[in-house]
Protein backbone atom coordinates (compact mmCIF):
# COMPACT_ATOMS: atom_id res chain seq x y z
CA UNK A 1 0.00 0.00 0.00
CA UNK A 2 1.14 3.60 -1.16
CA UNK A 3 1.20 6.13 1.55
CA UNK A 4 1.28 9.49 0.94
CA UNK A 5 2.84 11.51 3.36
CA UNK A 6 3.88 15.36 2.19
CA UNK A 7 3.57 17.61 -0.72
CA UNK A 8 5.03 20.53 -0.92
CA UNK A 9 5.88 23.08 -3.72
CA UNK A 10 6.52 26.29 -4.73
CA UNK A 11 6.49 28.67 -7.49
CA UNK A 12 4.06 26.75 -8.98
CA UNK A 13 0.71 27.82 -10.43
CA UNK A 14 -0.07 30.64 -8.72
CA UNK A 15 2.04 30.32 -5.49
CA UNK A 16 4.72 32.10 -4.98
CA UNK A 17 8.31 31.39 -3.93
CA UNK A 18 7.92 30.86 -0.38
CA UNK A 19 7.24 26.95 -0.09
CA UNK A 20 3.99 25.55 0.53
CA UNK A 21 3.76 22.15 2.27
CA UNK A 22 0.64 19.97 3.15
CA UNK A 23 1.31 16.96 5.31
CA UNK A 24 -1.15 14.06 4.00
CA UNK A 25 -1.22 11.60 6.66
CA UNK A 26 -1.96 13.77 9.84
CA UNK A 27 -5.42 13.57 10.17
CA UNK A 28 -8.10 11.32 8.52
CA UNK A 29 -10.70 13.80 6.94
CA UNK A 30 -9.57 17.75 5.86
CA UNK A 31 -11.54 20.41 4.41
CA UNK A 32 -10.29 23.06 2.17
CA UNK A 33 -11.20 26.14 1.30
CA UNK A 34 -10.86 29.40 -0.24
CA UNK A 35 -12.02 31.75 -2.94
CA UNK A 36 -12.24 31.05 -6.43
CA UNK A 37 -8.55 31.01 -7.70
CA UNK A 38 -7.34 31.20 -4.43
CA UNK A 39 -5.47 28.06 -4.83
CA UNK A 40 -7.74 25.16 -3.67
CA UNK A 41 -6.73 22.61 -6.17
CA UNK A 42 -3.25 23.43 -6.55
CA UNK A 43 -2.31 20.43 -4.04
CA UNK A 44 -4.15 18.29 -6.80
CA UNK A 45 -2.19 19.39 -9.56
CA UNK A 46 1.09 19.41 -7.78
CA UNK A 47 0.97 15.31 -6.87
CA UNK A 48 -0.56 14.75 -10.14
CA UNK A 49 2.99 16.80 -11.28
CA UNK A 50 5.07 15.47 -9.26
CA UNK A 51 4.45 11.80 -9.75
CA UNK A 52 3.50 11.90 -13.69
CA UNK A 53 4.69 15.11 -14.72
CA UNK A 54 1.52 15.98 -15.82
CA UNK A 55 -1.41 18.67 -14.13
CA UNK A 56 -4.66 17.01 -12.94
CA UNK A 57 -6.27 19.63 -14.64
CA UNK A 58 -5.93 20.39 -18.85
CA UNK A 59 -2.93 22.84 -18.77
CA UNK A 60 0.52 23.10 -20.31
CA UNK A 61 3.73 22.26 -18.76
CA UNK A 62 4.74 25.65 -19.43
CA UNK A 63 1.48 27.21 -17.74
CA UNK A 64 2.43 25.04 -14.15
CA UNK A 65 5.40 27.83 -13.86
CA UNK A 66 4.15 30.57 -11.65
CA UNK A 67 4.30 33.66 -14.47
CA UNK A 68 5.10 36.49 -12.19
CA UNK A 69 8.32 34.63 -10.78
CA UNK A 70 9.15 32.24 -14.01
CA UNK A 71 11.87 29.92 -12.13
CA UNK A 72 12.63 28.00 -9.71
CA UNK A 73 9.07 25.72 -9.85
CA UNK A 74 9.78 23.01 -7.44
CA UNK A 75 7.95 20.14 -6.63
CA UNK A 76 8.66 17.06 -3.91
CA UNK A 77 5.94 14.39 -2.99
CA UNK A 78 6.98 12.18 -0.13
CA UNK A 79 5.28 8.62 0.33
CA UNK A 80 6.46 4.99 1.58
CA UNK A 81 5.57 2.06 0.20
CA UNK A 82 6.02 -1.03 1.99
CA UNK A 83 9.15 -0.70 3.82
CA UNK A 84 10.72 1.49 1.44
CA UNK A 85 10.49 5.41 1.78
CA UNK A 86 10.66 7.68 -1.57
CA UNK A 87 10.74 11.29 -2.46
CA UNK A 88 10.11 12.70 -6.10
CA UNK A 89 11.26 15.42 -7.26
CA UNK A 90 10.51 17.65 -10.26
CA UNK A 91 11.14 21.05 -11.44
CA UNK A 92 10.74 24.31 -13.86
CA UNK A 93 13.39 26.20 -15.01
CA UNK A 94 15.53 24.41 -14.46
CA UNK A 95 14.37 21.29 -15.42
CA UNK A 96 14.70 18.11 -12.38
CA UNK A 97 13.13 14.93 -12.05
CA UNK A 98 14.70 12.49 -9.35
CA UNK A 99 13.37 9.61 -7.14
CA UNK A 100 15.32 9.24 -4.26
CA UNK A 101 14.63 5.69 -2.40
CA UNK A 102 15.98 5.79 1.36
CA UNK A 103 17.86 8.70 1.23
CA UNK A 104 19.53 7.73 -1.92
CA UNK A 105 19.07 9.01 -5.69
CA UNK A 106 18.13 6.04 -8.19
CA UNK A 107 20.32 6.14 -11.12
CA UNK A 108 18.92 8.00 -13.94
CA UNK A 109 18.14 6.67 -17.16
CA UNK A 110 18.97 8.14 -20.36
CA UNK A 111 15.71 9.27 -20.74
CA UNK A 112 13.51 11.25 -18.89
CA UNK A 113 10.26 8.57 -20.25
CA UNK A 114 12.58 5.45 -18.97
CA UNK A 115 12.88 7.07 -15.66
CA UNK A 116 9.19 7.61 -15.85
CA UNK A 117 8.66 4.00 -16.42
CA UNK A 118 10.43 2.84 -13.56
CA UNK A 119 8.50 5.23 -11.19
CA UNK A 120 5.19 4.26 -12.73
CA UNK A 121 5.48 0.50 -13.31
CA UNK A 122 7.88 -0.79 -10.09
CA UNK A 123 7.52 1.69 -7.20
CA UNK A 124 3.79 3.52 -7.87
CA UNK A 125 2.35 0.29 -10.07
CA UNK A 126 0.19 2.37 -11.52
CA UNK A 127 -0.50 5.14 -14.71
CA UNK A 128 -1.89 8.84 -14.50
CA UNK A 129 -5.29 7.21 -15.47
CA UNK A 130 -5.84 4.77 -12.99
CA UNK A 131 -4.16 6.87 -10.42
CA UNK A 132 -7.02 9.45 -10.97
CA UNK A 133 -9.41 7.11 -11.33
CA UNK A 134 -8.59 5.74 -7.43
CA UNK A 135 -7.46 8.89 -5.73
CA UNK A 136 -9.19 11.64 -7.18
CA UNK A 137 -13.05 12.83 -7.98
CA UNK A 138 -13.23 16.28 -9.10
CA UNK A 139 -15.33 18.17 -11.31
CA UNK A 140 -12.85 19.99 -13.49
CA UNK A 141 -10.93 17.99 -15.98
CA UNK A 142 -11.37 14.71 -14.40
CA UNK A 143 -12.48 12.49 -16.31
CA UNK A 144 -15.14 9.54 -14.54
CA UNK A 145 -14.49 6.11 -15.08
CA UNK A 146 -18.29 5.74 -17.05
CA UNK A 147 -17.19 8.24 -19.51
CA UNK A 148 -13.52 6.20 -20.29
CA UNK A 149 -13.39 4.35 -24.03
CA UNK A 150 -13.73 0.90 -24.03
CA UNK A 151 -9.77 0.59 -24.13
CA UNK A 152 -8.74 2.88 -21.03
CA UNK A 153 -11.33 1.65 -18.86
CA UNK A 154 -9.71 -2.09 -19.55
CA UNK A 155 -6.28 -0.35 -18.60
CA UNK A 156 -7.60 1.22 -14.75
CA UNK A 157 -9.06 -2.33 -13.93
CA UNK A 158 -6.21 -4.19 -15.30
CA UNK A 159 -4.39 -2.37 -12.86
CA UNK A 160 -6.92 -2.63 -9.79
CA UNK A 161 -6.50 -6.55 -10.47
CA UNK A 162 -2.93 -6.31 -10.79
CA UNK A 163 -3.06 -8.50 -14.15
CA UNK A 164 -1.43 -5.84 -16.71
CA UNK A 165 1.45 -8.23 -16.37
CA UNK A 166 -0.37 -10.17 -19.07
CA UNK A 167 -0.45 -7.29 -21.04
CA UNK A 168 3.23 -7.40 -21.21
CA UNK A 169 3.49 -10.72 -21.24
CA UNK A 170 1.71 -10.65 -24.60
CA UNK A 171 3.71 -7.61 -26.03
CA UNK A 172 6.96 -9.62 -25.40
CA UNK A 173 5.28 -12.84 -27.11
CA UNK A 174 4.61 -10.74 -30.24
CA UNK A 175 7.71 -10.08 -30.81
CA UNK A 176 9.22 -13.68 -30.23
CA UNK A 177 6.63 -14.63 -32.79
CA UNK A 178 7.54 -11.65 -35.23
CA UNK A 179 11.17 -13.23 -34.60
CA UNK A 180 10.05 -16.89 -34.93
CA UNK A 181 8.32 -15.95 -38.42
CA UNK A 182 11.42 -13.58 -39.53
CA UNK A 183 13.53 -16.79 -38.85
CA UNK A 184 10.83 -19.19 -40.37
CA UNK A 185 11.64 -16.55 -43.69
CA UNK A 186 14.98 -16.92 -43.35
CA UNK A 187 15.21 -20.94 -42.94
CA UNK A 188 13.02 -21.04 -46.25
CA UNK A 189 14.55 -18.42 -48.24
CA UNK A 190 18.13 -20.39 -47.95
CA UNK A 191 16.19 -23.79 -48.04
CA UNK A 192 14.75 -22.76 -51.63
CA UNK A 193 18.29 -21.96 -52.32
CA UNK A 194 19.81 -24.74 -51.09
CA UNK A 195 17.15 -26.99 -53.05
CA UNK A 196 17.68 -24.81 -56.31
CA UNK A 197 21.34 -25.72 -55.79
CA UNK A 198 20.38 -29.41 -55.69
CA UNK A 199 18.51 -29.51 -58.65
CA UNK A 200 20.62 -28.06 -60.13
CA UNK A 201 23.64 -30.20 -59.22
CA UNK A 202 21.71 -33.10 -60.26
CA UNK A 203 21.04 -31.57 -63.35
CA UNK A 204 24.87 -30.82 -63.62
CA UNK A 205 25.57 -34.64 -62.89
CA UNK A 206 23.11 -36.47 -65.36
CA UNK A 207 24.44 -33.36 -68.00
CA UNK A 208 27.83 -34.73 -67.22
CA UNK A 209 27.31 -38.56 -68.02
CA UNK A 210 26.01 -37.57 -71.26
CA UNK A 211 28.54 -35.18 -72.22
CA UNK A 212 30.05 -35.85 -75.56
CA UNK A 213 31.72 -34.03 -77.81
CA UNK A 214 29.05 -33.06 -79.47
CA UNK A 215 26.72 -31.53 -77.48
CA UNK A 216 29.76 -29.50 -76.16
CA UNK A 217 28.72 -26.83 -78.82
CA UNK A 218 25.15 -27.30 -77.39
CA UNK A 219 26.64 -26.11 -74.02
CA UNK A 220 28.44 -22.64 -76.13
CA UNK A 221 25.01 -22.07 -77.08
CA UNK A 222 23.29 -22.39 -74.12
CA UNK A 223 26.32 -19.97 -72.14
CA UNK A 224 25.92 -17.30 -75.09
CA UNK A 225 21.74 -18.15 -74.58
CA UNK A 226 22.18 -16.97 -71.04
CA UNK A 227 24.98 -14.11 -71.04
CA UNK A 228 21.84 -12.62 -73.94
CA UNK A 229 19.48 -12.93 -71.78
CA UNK A 230 21.30 -11.52 -68.54
CA UNK A 231 21.93 -8.31 -69.99
CA UNK A 232 18.43 -8.23 -71.25
CA UNK A 233 17.24 -8.33 -67.78
CA UNK A 234 20.06 -5.91 -66.25
CA UNK A 235 18.69 -3.54 -68.85
CA UNK A 236 15.84 -3.77 -67.47
CA UNK A 237 16.61 -3.48 -64.27
CA UNK A 238 18.70 -0.37 -64.80
CA UNK A 239 15.70 1.23 -66.50
CA UNK A 240 13.05 0.59 -63.57
CA UNK A 241 15.40 1.80 -61.16
CA UNK A 242 15.92 5.12 -63.07
CA UNK A 243 12.04 5.44 -63.06
CA UNK A 244 12.11 4.68 -59.02
CA UNK A 245 14.97 7.12 -58.53
CA UNK A 246 12.88 9.73 -60.33
CA UNK A 247 9.41 9.12 -58.52
CA UNK A 248 10.12 7.96 -55.11
CA UNK A 249 11.49 10.84 -53.39
CA UNK A 250 8.88 13.35 -54.77
CA UNK A 251 5.87 10.94 -54.63
CA UNK A 252 6.57 10.21 -50.85
CA UNK A 253 7.31 13.69 -49.99
CA UNK A 254 3.90 14.64 -51.98
CA UNK A 255 1.82 11.97 -50.36
CA UNK A 256 2.95 13.24 -46.45
CA UNK A 257 1.66 16.74 -47.88
CA UNK A 258 -1.24 15.42 -49.20
CA UNK A 259 -1.95 13.36 -45.61
CA UNK A 260 -1.30 16.50 -43.59
CA UNK A 261 -3.28 18.33 -46.00
CA UNK A 262 -5.70 16.06 -45.43
CA UNK A 263 -5.49 16.00 -41.95
CA UNK A 264 -6.00 20.18 -41.52
CA UNK A 265 -9.15 19.57 -43.77
CA UNK A 266 -10.62 17.38 -40.99
CA UNK A 267 -9.88 19.79 -38.48
CA UNK A 268 -11.46 22.68 -40.00
CA UNK A 269 -14.49 20.99 -40.66
CA UNK A 270 -14.37 19.83 -37.14
CA UNK A 271 -14.06 23.77 -36.37
CA UNK A 272 -17.06 24.74 -38.49
CA UNK A 273 -19.48 21.91 -37.35
CA UNK A 274 -18.59 23.58 -33.71
CA UNK A 275 -19.26 27.08 -34.46
CA UNK A 276 -21.85 25.82 -36.37
CA UNK A 277 -23.26 24.23 -33.65
CA UNK A 278 -22.73 27.46 -31.08
CA UNK A 279 -24.50 29.63 -33.60
CA UNK A 280 -27.48 27.17 -33.92
CA UNK A 281 -27.97 26.85 -30.19
CA UNK A 282 -27.47 30.96 -29.85
CA UNK A 283 -30.41 31.51 -32.96
CA UNK A 284 -32.22 28.37 -31.30
CA UNK A 285 -32.40 30.37 -27.68
CA UNK A 286 -33.92 33.98 -29.63
CA UNK A 287 -36.27 31.77 -31.25
CA UNK A 288 -37.62 30.15 -28.30
CA UNK A 289 -37.39 32.68 -25.60
CA UNK A 290 -39.00 36.22 -25.59
CA UNK A 291 -37.43 36.69 -21.73
CA UNK A 292 -34.25 35.89 -20.52
CA UNK A 293 -34.90 32.42 -18.34
CA UNK A 294 -32.44 33.30 -15.83
CA UNK A 295 -33.67 36.58 -14.66
CA UNK A 296 -37.09 36.48 -16.43
CA UNK A 297 -36.75 39.80 -17.72
CA UNK A 298 -38.08 40.38 -21.46
CA UNK A 299 -35.33 40.07 -24.21
CA UNK A 300 -35.89 43.54 -26.52
CA UNK A 301 -37.38 42.40 -30.20
CA UNK A 302 -34.82 44.11 -31.13
CA UNK A 303 -31.88 42.56 -30.20
CA UNK A 304 -33.66 38.98 -30.61
CA UNK A 305 -33.83 40.01 -34.53
CA UNK A 306 -30.50 41.43 -34.53
CA UNK A 307 -29.22 38.05 -33.31
CA UNK A 308 -30.99 36.07 -35.39
CA UNK A 309 -29.50 37.95 -38.46
CA UNK A 310 -26.63 37.69 -37.25
CA UNK A 311 -26.56 33.95 -36.68
CA UNK A 312 -27.96 33.23 -39.72
CA UNK A 313 -25.11 35.35 -41.51
CA UNK A 314 -22.62 33.45 -39.86
CA UNK A 315 -24.05 30.33 -40.59
CA UNK A 316 -24.29 31.00 -44.34
CA UNK A 317 -20.59 31.84 -43.93
CA UNK A 318 -19.32 28.78 -42.12
CA UNK A 319 -21.95 26.65 -44.84
CA UNK A 320 -19.97 27.95 -47.39
CA UNK A 321 -16.64 27.94 -46.04
CA UNK A 322 -17.01 24.18 -44.87
CA UNK A 323 -18.13 23.54 -48.86
CA UNK A 324 -15.30 25.22 -49.48
CA UNK A 325 -13.65 22.71 -47.38
CA UNK A 326 -15.80 20.22 -48.40
CA UNK A 327 -14.67 20.58 -52.31
CA UNK A 328 -10.69 20.90 -51.43
CA UNK A 329 -10.99 17.71 -49.26
CA UNK A 330 -12.42 15.63 -52.25
CA UNK A 331 -9.49 17.02 -54.40
CA UNK A 332 -6.83 16.06 -52.11
CA UNK A 333 -8.40 12.49 -51.56
CA UNK A 334 -8.39 12.38 -55.44
CA UNK A 335 -4.48 13.47 -55.26
CA UNK A 336 -4.15 11.04 -52.40
CA UNK A 337 -5.56 7.95 -54.86
CA UNK A 338 -3.50 9.27 -57.56
CA UNK A 339 -0.18 9.09 -55.88
CA UNK A 340 -0.88 5.73 -54.10
CA UNK A 341 -1.80 4.40 -57.55
CA UNK A 342 2.03 5.79 -58.34
CA UNK A 343 3.23 4.40 -55.33
CA UNK A 344 1.85 0.80 -56.15
CA UNK A 345 3.51 1.71 -59.43
CA UNK A 346 6.85 2.07 -58.29
CA UNK A 347 6.50 -1.19 -55.68
CA UNK A 348 5.56 -3.02 -58.81
CA UNK A 349 8.54 -2.40 -60.93
CA UNK A 350 10.87 -3.27 -57.66
CA UNK A 351 9.29 -6.96 -57.51
CA UNK A 352 10.25 -6.96 -60.78
CA UNK A 353 13.91 -5.73 -60.27
CA UNK A 354 13.75 -8.60 -57.54
CA UNK A 355 12.13 -10.97 -59.70
CA UNK A 356 14.52 -10.15 -62.40
CA UNK A 357 17.74 -10.15 -59.79
CA UNK A 358 17.23 -13.81 -58.90
CA UNK A 359 16.72 -14.86 -62.59
CA UNK A 360 20.15 -13.70 -63.22
CA UNK A 361 21.56 -14.88 -60.55
CA UNK A 362 20.06 -18.55 -61.00
CA UNK A 363 21.65 -17.93 -65.19
CA UNK A 364 24.57 -17.01 -63.52
CA UNK A 365 25.10 -19.85 -61.09
CA UNK A 366 23.86 -22.02 -64.36
CA UNK A 367 26.62 -20.35 -66.24
CA UNK A 368 29.65 -21.28 -63.73
CA UNK A 369 28.20 -24.74 -64.22
CA UNK A 370 27.78 -25.59 -67.54
CA UNK A 371 31.96 -23.68 -67.77
CA UNK A 372 32.71 -26.33 -65.45
CA UNK A 373 31.60 -29.20 -67.11
CA UNK A 374 33.72 -28.20 -70.13
CA UNK A 375 37.06 -27.58 -68.24
CA UNK A 376 37.18 -30.80 -66.34
CA UNK A 377 37.22 -34.37 -67.79
CA UNK A 378 33.73 -35.63 -67.21
CA UNK A 379 35.05 -38.62 -64.78
CA UNK A 380 36.91 -36.69 -62.15
CA UNK A 381 33.59 -33.92 -62.67
CA UNK A 382 31.45 -36.43 -61.79
CA UNK A 383 33.07 -37.73 -58.81
CA UNK A 384 33.58 -34.46 -57.01
CA UNK A 385 29.53 -33.67 -58.54
CA UNK A 386 28.52 -36.26 -56.25
CA UNK A 387 29.97 -35.21 -53.33
CA UNK A 388 29.22 -31.76 -53.81
CA UNK A 389 25.38 -33.36 -53.92
CA UNK A 390 25.65 -35.18 -51.08
CA UNK A 391 27.04 -32.15 -48.93
CA UNK A 392 23.76 -29.66 -49.94
CA UNK A 393 21.32 -32.53 -49.59
CA UNK A 394 23.15 -32.40 -45.74
CA UNK A 395 22.62 -28.65 -45.39
CA UNK A 396 19.34 -29.33 -46.59
CA UNK A 397 18.28 -31.52 -43.27
CA UNK A 398 19.96 -29.25 -41.65
CA UNK A 399 17.16 -26.78 -42.99
CA UNK A 400 14.50 -28.85 -42.48
CA UNK A 401 15.32 -29.78 -39.01
CA UNK A 402 15.52 -26.03 -38.16
CA UNK A 403 12.36 -25.42 -39.90
CA UNK A 404 10.38 -28.06 -37.84
CA UNK A 405 11.80 -26.56 -34.61
CA UNK A 406 10.78 -23.59 -36.06
CA UNK A 407 7.27 -24.49 -36.77
CA UNK A 408 6.54 -26.31 -33.33
CA UNK A 409 7.74 -23.04 -31.47
CA UNK A 410 5.48 -21.27 -33.65
CA UNK A 411 2.55 -23.47 -33.11
CA UNK A 412 3.60 -22.78 -28.83
CA UNK A 413 3.43 -19.16 -29.64
CA UNK A 414 0.41 -18.95 -30.97
CA UNK A 415 -1.46 -20.82 -28.57
CA UNK A 416 0.39 -18.64 -25.54
CA UNK A 417 -0.81 -15.29 -27.93
CA UNK A 418 -4.39 -16.54 -27.87
CA UNK A 419 -4.81 -17.01 -23.72
CA UNK A 420 -2.70 -13.89 -23.54
CA UNK A 421 -5.46 -11.77 -25.80
CA UNK A 422 -7.69 -9.54 -24.40
CA UNK A 423 -10.59 -12.35 -24.01
CA UNK A 424 -8.12 -15.10 -23.06
CA UNK A 425 -6.64 -15.12 -19.26
CA UNK A 426 -7.31 -11.63 -18.53
CA UNK A 427 -11.07 -11.99 -19.23
CA UNK A 428 -11.36 -15.19 -17.07
CA UNK A 429 -9.71 -13.33 -14.43
CA UNK A 430 -11.92 -9.97 -14.65
CA UNK A 431 -15.27 -12.49 -14.92
CA UNK A 432 -14.09 -13.73 -11.06
CA UNK A 433 -13.97 -9.97 -10.02
CA UNK A 434 -16.78 -8.43 -11.90
CA UNK A 435 -19.84 -9.78 -9.34
CA UNK A 436 -17.84 -8.42 -6.91
CA UNK A 437 -17.11 -5.41 -8.39
CA UNK A 438 -21.07 -5.09 -9.49
CA UNK A 439 -22.19 -5.71 -5.80
CA UNK A 440 -19.90 -2.86 -4.15
CA UNK A 441 -21.22 -0.62 -6.80
CA UNK A 442 -24.53 -1.09 -6.14
CA UNK A 443 -23.58 -1.17 -2.43
CA UNK A 444 -22.24 2.03 -2.23
CA UNK A 445 -25.51 3.58 -5.09
CA UNK A 446 -28.22 2.70 -2.09
CA UNK A 447 -25.71 4.48 0.50
CA UNK A 448 -26.17 7.45 -1.80
CA UNK A 449 -29.86 6.61 -1.46
CA UNK A 450 -29.31 5.98 -5.10
CA UNK A 451 -31.71 2.87 -5.74
CA UNK A 452 -30.58 1.87 -9.17
CA UNK A 453 -29.21 -1.88 -10.53
CA UNK A 454 -25.65 -1.34 -11.74
CA UNK A 455 -24.05 -4.20 -13.61
CA UNK A 456 -20.64 -3.93 -15.92
CA UNK A 457 -19.84 -6.87 -18.06
CA UNK A 458 -16.48 -8.17 -19.40
CA UNK A 459 -16.33 -5.66 -21.99
CA UNK A 460 -16.75 -3.16 -19.61
CA UNK A 461 -19.84 -2.06 -20.93
CA UNK A 462 -22.74 -0.80 -18.50
CA UNK A 463 -26.51 -1.84 -17.89
CA UNK A 464 -28.13 0.30 -15.60
CA UNK A 465 -31.80 -0.71 -14.42
CA UNK A 466 -34.42 1.33 -12.63
CA UNK A 467 -36.93 0.40 -10.25
CA UNK A 468 -38.99 -0.28 -13.13
CA UNK A 469 -36.49 -2.61 -14.70
CA UNK A 470 -36.06 -0.39 -17.44
CA UNK A 471 -32.18 -0.47 -19.15
CA UNK A 472 -30.50 2.39 -19.29
CA UNK A 473 -27.23 3.70 -19.60
CA UNK A 474 -24.79 6.36 -17.88
CA UNK A 475 -25.86 8.99 -19.85
CA UNK A 476 -29.54 8.46 -19.38
CA UNK A 477 -28.88 10.12 -16.15
CA UNK A 478 -29.10 13.51 -14.66
CA UNK A 479 -25.31 15.11 -13.85
CA UNK A 480 -26.58 14.52 -9.77
CA UNK A 481 -27.15 10.57 -10.51
CA UNK A 482 -24.17 10.95 -12.62
CA UNK A 483 -21.95 12.23 -9.76
CA UNK A 484 -23.45 9.58 -7.26
CA UNK A 485 -22.26 6.79 -9.94
CA UNK A 486 -19.07 8.23 -10.12
CA UNK A 487 -18.16 7.76 -6.83
CA UNK A 488 -19.79 4.41 -5.85
CA UNK A 489 -17.48 3.26 -8.90
CA UNK A 490 -13.98 5.33 -6.91
CA UNK A 491 -14.93 4.09 -3.86
CA UNK A 492 -15.57 0.59 -5.35
CA UNK A 493 -11.90 0.75 -6.98
CA UNK A 494 -10.31 1.75 -4.00
CA UNK A 495 -11.91 -0.91 -2.18
CA UNK A 496 -10.75 -3.49 -4.71
CA UNK A 497 -7.42 -2.02 -4.90
CA UNK A 498 -7.03 -2.67 -1.00
CA UNK A 499 -8.49 -5.94 -1.55
CA UNK A 500 -5.98 -6.99 -4.17
CA UNK A 501 -3.46 -4.53 -2.48
CA UNK A 502 -2.56 -3.75 -6.23
CA UNK A 503 -2.77 -0.06 -6.08
CA UNK A 504 -4.12 0.82 -2.46
CA UNK A 505 -3.23 4.33 -1.51
CA UNK A 506 -4.31 6.34 1.95
CA UNK A 507 -4.99 9.17 0.04
CA UNK A 508 -8.59 10.38 -1.19
CA UNK A 509 -8.90 13.61 -2.73
CA UNK A 510 -12.49 14.85 -3.40
CA UNK A 511 -12.08 18.38 -5.66
CA UNK A 512 -15.29 20.59 -5.49
CA UNK A 513 -17.33 16.87 -5.20
CA UNK A 514 -19.78 18.62 -2.71
CA UNK A 515 -20.09 22.25 -5.04
CA UNK A 516 -21.18 20.16 -7.88
CA UNK A 517 -24.72 18.51 -8.49
CA UNK A 518 -25.42 16.56 -4.87
CA UNK A 519 -27.88 17.50 -3.42
CA UNK A 520 -28.31 17.76 0.46
CA UNK A 521 -29.79 14.07 0.85
CA UNK A 522 -26.15 12.82 -1.45
CA UNK A 523 -23.89 15.14 0.67
CA UNK A 524 -25.15 13.86 3.83
CA UNK A 525 -25.12 10.39 2.36
CA UNK A 526 -21.61 10.83 1.34
CA UNK A 527 -20.03 12.10 4.27
CA UNK A 528 -21.97 8.70 5.81
CA UNK A 529 -19.29 6.67 3.49
CA UNK A 530 -16.11 9.23 4.18
CA UNK A 531 -17.27 8.32 7.94
CA UNK A 532 -16.76 4.51 7.10
CA UNK A 533 -13.31 4.57 5.60
CA UNK A 534 -10.81 2.95 7.02
CA UNK A 535 -8.72 4.88 9.85
CA UNK A 536 -5.66 4.50 7.62
CA UNK A 537 -7.96 6.58 4.49
CA UNK A 538 -6.59 10.51 4.26
CA UNK A 539 -9.82 12.97 2.94
CA UNK A 540 -8.85 15.97 1.19
CA UNK A 541 -12.34 17.35 0.67
CA UNK A 542 -11.82 20.64 -1.74
CA UNK A 543 -14.64 23.26 -1.71
CA UNK A 544 -15.77 26.93 -1.83
CA UNK A 545 -18.69 26.37 0.10
CA UNK A 546 -17.01 25.66 3.50
CA UNK A 547 -19.95 27.30 5.41
CA UNK A 548 -21.81 23.93 5.22
CA UNK A 549 -19.43 21.72 5.27
CA UNK A 550 -17.45 23.23 8.74
CA UNK A 551 -17.28 20.95 11.30
CA UNK A 552 -17.84 17.72 9.63
CA UNK A 553 -13.85 17.47 9.42
CA UNK A 554 -11.05 17.34 11.46
CA UNK A 555 -8.50 19.83 10.08
CA UNK A 556 -9.69 22.97 7.88
CA UNK A 557 -6.95 24.34 5.45
CA UNK A 558 -7.56 27.93 3.97
CA UNK A 559 -6.34 28.85 0.79
CA UNK A 560 -6.05 32.63 -0.15
CA UNK A 561 -4.39 34.99 -1.86
CA UNK A 562 -1.76 37.48 -0.54
CA UNK A 563 -0.08 40.13 -3.13
CA UNK A 564 -1.25 38.03 -6.14
CA UNK A 565 0.51 34.82 -4.61
CA UNK A 566 -1.30 31.89 -2.81
CA UNK A 567 -0.47 30.82 0.72
CA UNK A 568 -2.15 28.69 3.64
CA UNK A 569 -3.72 31.33 6.07
CA UNK A 570 -2.21 30.91 9.18
Known amino acids: MIMFEIVRWKNFLSTGNNTTEIQLNKTKSTLIVGHNGAGKST ?41 NKYKIVRGIKPSIFEIWKNGTMINQSSHAKEYQKILEQNILKLNHKSFHQIVVLGSGSFIPFMQLPGGHRREVIEDLLDIN ?4 MNQLCKEQYSIIKESLRTNQYELDINNNRIDTQKKYIKDVKILTEQNLASKEAKISEHNTEIESLEKENTSLAAEIDSKQGPIESRLNELHDKKQSLLQYNSTFRSQMNNITKEAKFYEDNESCPTCSQDIDEILRNEKLSSAKAKA ?77 EQTRNSFMETKFALNEKQQYNQVILEMLKDTGIKTKIIKQYLPAINQLVNNYLQTLDFFIHFNLDESFQETLRSRHRDAFTYASFSEGEKQRIDLALLFTWRQVAKMKNSVATNL ?41 LDGKFQEKLEFVKDRNFSKIKT
Open 165 to 168: VFSR
Open 316 to 392: KELKSAMDSASLESTAVEQSIEQVTADLTDIREKQQIIHSNSRQISSLRVQIDSIKGELETSAVADLNDAHKELKNL
Open 43 to 83: MLDAISFGLFGKPHRSITKPQLLNSVNNKNCLVEVEFSSGK
Open 508 to 548: LILDETFDSSLDHDGVDNLMKILYSLEDDTNTFVISHKGEI
